[in-house]
């Protein structure tokens, strides 16, 4: 065949295109997360993606592309870690984006080409089965955490609360990605269209099923409870003026009896056991005000080497014994992974100086002043795990309280983006949840995973008092587990199996007579 003039420079100028578009196809999804929160467009906006993907020249193209499309979509979640890690962001996103280059290929594989029935009815289950894997892989707390799950982005979407009480956050994301893939071969299959629009309607027909016909918990009273936001304290001696500030608004609440008043992260700056006049001063302030104080102690221990993040339930006699040391840590944030290779982040970002100290296990605390109520508490980036939540609504908890500080992020989306998790993990648990941050968002979600008002923004130091509605029952989520990527790996790995059998068909089929 003879080379059209000015045939290859066209192609490179097009395959130079294709790595940025992908890229930006990647970041697209971030809208619908909060801020911006437009939850609908996560049904279609991964389609400019797999379109991208399906249409590439060959499979290392498709290969490259589910790459750098996943370090587009990692920048994009996690844009405002930026000031924090600096350049070191790029270095993440892009080893982490590695984890999409295998479903680059399976796209290319079941909607390239000119797809039939048969593919598009596989791809629209294969495929967003292979999603989840990357999640659930990259959802490992050492590798960053499951923040940013495509499921997460339903938080405001009522029937996608009610899938998560089925499946979890898993759940969710299968079905948008289930509806994504379908839209695209909508577009891209027109022998299969029948097919990709019945897809879509199976689809639709699970959200009305669930919103419909899902189990909910049953009323089981209410509970009391206050949240207290320090807002952003400056100065060199911020510890003590935050303190103040949250011992100021927790006095101001001791007319409207809560039994639970809730601090956020880091809220206390030195260890009770070294500082009795903290100690002695919080036991008064529950004295006052009639209600157990849950506050979160940030500092070196007294009782064992290190420096530990702890919720310390105080009482009207003083700490009540109740103690919960934080388990998953954040990567860079509060301690570096393999620190002797990459301790060179912390001269190039807000990486931590020095490692916090992990705790061994989670637990339940009874707080005398609510009439006994069993509640599980979560230190920050430890609500974005739903198998720990999960675990606690298991073991009896009746209410879940997150105490969360993103300070450090405070006029970016990360303050939204983490106040969110409150509405799923009470949707997966049929337990409310009670998301107490130390400068904002501060929210509290019911049992079906609806926010209560007031919502306490980052504008600055603030207090609120809550009837949280309980609940009783078991959600099915709770019952059965993460029994959606058990089902997504099964699915995948019958597709590879499928595939190495025709491989070897073909192969024995084109081999040479002997």
């Not at 510890?239 to 880091?266: C, D, I, K, N, Y």
């Not at 002043?369 to 606690?392: I, K, Q, T, Y």
């Not at 919502?455 to 600055?460: A, F, H, Q, Y």
Request: proline letters at 7%; one cysteine or more; aromatic letters at 8%.
């Amino acid at each position: 065949m003879t080379a059209i003039p000015g045939d290859r420079p066209r192609r490179g100028a097009v395959l130079a295109w294709r790595a940025p578009a992908a890229v930006v196809a990647g970041a697209l999804p971030a809208l619908a997360f909060p801020a911006p929160g437009l939850w609908w467009l996560a049904y279609a906006a991964l389609v400019p993606w797999l379109l991208l993907v399906r249409s590439a020249g060959s499979a290392r193209r498709a290969v490259a592309e589910g790459w750098l499309g996943g370090a587009g979509f990692l920048l994009a979640v996690h844009h405002w870690l930026l000031p924090s890690l600096h350049v070191f962001i790029l270095v993440l996103a892009g080893l982490l984006g590695l984890l999409w280059a295998p479903w680059g290929l399976l796209v290319h594989r079941m909607l390239g080409g000119r797809p039939g029935p048969g593919r598009v009815a596989a791809a629209v289950v294969v495929v967003p089965s292979a999603w989840l894997l990357v999640e659930l892989v990259r959802s490992w707390q050492y590798l960053g955490g499951p923040w940013g799950l495509m499921g997460a982005s339903q938080w405001q979407f009522a029937p996608a609360l009610r899938l998560a009480s089925l499946g979890g956050v898993w759940l969710a994301g299968f079905v948008v990605v289930a509806v994504n893939t379908a839209l695209a071969a909508l577009v891209c299959a027109p022998r299969a269209r029948l097919c990709a629009a019945a897809g879509l309607a199976v689809s639709a027909a699970a959200l009305g099923a669930a919103w419909q016909w899902a189990p909910v918990p049953r009323p089981a009273g209410s509970a009391r409870v206050a949240v207290v936001q320090a807002g952003v304290v400056g100065g060199t001696d911020s510890v003590t003026h935050r303190f103040e500030v949250q011992e100021r608004l927790t006095r101001e609440l001791a007319g409207r009896r809560p039994g639970l008043v809730v601090w956020g992260e880091s809220s206390v700056g030195q260890d009770l056991g070294r500082h009795p006049e903290l100690r002695d001063r919080l036991t008064a302030l529950s004295r006052a005000v009639g209600a157990d104080l849950l506050v979160n102690v940030d500092a070196r221990r007294s009782d064992r080497p290190g420096i530990y993040k702890s919720s310390v339930l105080v009482g009207p006699g003083g700490p009540t014994g109740d103690r919960y040391d934080k388990m998953r840590l954040v990567p860079f944030g509060e301690y570096i992974p393999a620190r002797s290779l990459l301790g060179w982040a912390t001269a190039v970002g807000k990486a931590a100086g020095e490692d916090r100290m992990r705790g061994d296990r989670q637990v339940l605390m009874r707080v005398p002043a609510a009439g006994g109520l069993r509640a599980g508490p979560l230190v920050c980036f430890e609500s974005a795990f739903p198998d720990m939540s999960r675990r606690l609504a298991r073991d009896g908890a009746q209410l879940l309280v997150v105490q969360s500080s993103t300070s450090t992020f405070q006029h970016s989306w990360a303050p939204q983006q983490h106040a969110s998790l409150a509405a799923l993990r009470a949707a997966e648990t049929w337990r409310p949840v009670v998301h107490a941050t130390l400068t904002g968002v501060s929210t509290v979600a019911d049992a079906h995973g609806r926010t209560l008002g007031p919502v306490l923004g980052t504008d600055g130091p603030a207090a609120a008092v809550y009837d949280v509605p309980l609940a009783s029952g078991t959600s099915p989520y709770v019952r059965a587990g993460d029994w959606v990527p058990y089902g997504a790996f099964a699915v995948v790995a019958l597709c590879c199996a499928a595939e190495a059998v025709r491989a070897r068909r073909r192969d024995r089929r084109d081999a040479p007579p002997v």
